[in-house]
């Protein structure tokens, strides 16, 4: 697989859009697994802090409600 920005091969895929990016490209970005609601019902989220990243795409900063999937 090769790079989206350079066509050098790739070391690895942004976590958000799946674009491949080699190692001059990559950023890093905190990446949430999931949103849960604690024993306090204090809204909680297990994070990744250094997910690949292309720096192209525009991941949401919050998450967007999907009331269609009930």
């Known amino acids: 697989m090769k790079c989206f ?3 050098q091969p790739a070391q690895g895929v942004c ?6 990016i080699c190692k ?10 999931t949103v849960y609601i604690g024993k306090d019902n204090t809204p ?4 990744v802090a250094d997910a690949l990243y292309c720096g192209t795409c525009k991941p949401h900063p ?3 409600e999907i009331p269609e999937i009930y």
Do not use: N
């Open 24 to 33: 001059e490209h990559a950023k890093t970005s905190p990446y949430i697994i």
């Open 44 to 47: 909680k989220s297990i994070v």
């Open 62 to 64: 919050e998450p967007v």
């Open 15 to 20: 976590r958000f859009c799946g674009r491949a």
């Open 5 to 7: 920005f350079c066509d």
